[in-house]
Nanobody, 119 residues
Framework: QVQLVESGGGLVQAGGSLRLSCAAS????????MGWFRQAPGKERDVVAT????????YYADSVKGRFTISRDNAKNTVYLQMNSLKPEDTAVYYC????????????WGQGTQVTVSS
């Protein structure tokens, strides 16, 4: 089991930057692939970026490629999402999620952190 706590959300102007952090409990953090997802009002939750257990493989949604960077520090049990050149359409609740290497889906979720980008 792993518990996830996000932080770093807030209000920022378009073109600005934010860095989200997700701290995980437990001693087996490196056994989990990690992902960031987001959900805007009235929309479904979508994947933003994912990173493998080792950090050697990443995936980005087309909408954030070149602007967002996902990374992890297994020694600190933390995954990050650096968000640059933010746009109003990036406004959403951002969730951190974990997928054990033996699982096919993300089954551990944080409580979410609000990101609001003003125009």
């Amino acid at each position: 089991q792993v518990q996830l706590v996000e932080s770093g959300g807030g209000l920022v102007q378009a073109g600005g930057s934010l860095r989200l952090s997700c701290a995980a409990s437990g001693r087996t953090f490196s056994s989990y692939a990690m992902g960031w997802f987001r959900q805007a009002p009235g929309k479904e939750r979508d994947v933003v970026a994912t990173i493998s257990w080792s950090g050697g493989s990443t995936y980005y949604a087309d909408s954030v490629k070149g602007r967002f960077t996902i990374s992890r520090d297994n020694a600190k049990n933390t995954v990050y999402l650096q968000m640059n050149s933010l746009k109003p359409e990036d406004t959403a609740v951002y969730y951190c999620a974990a997928r054990h290497y033996s699982s096919s889906y993300y089954d551990h979720w944080g409580q979410g952190t609000q990101v609001t980008v003003s125009s």
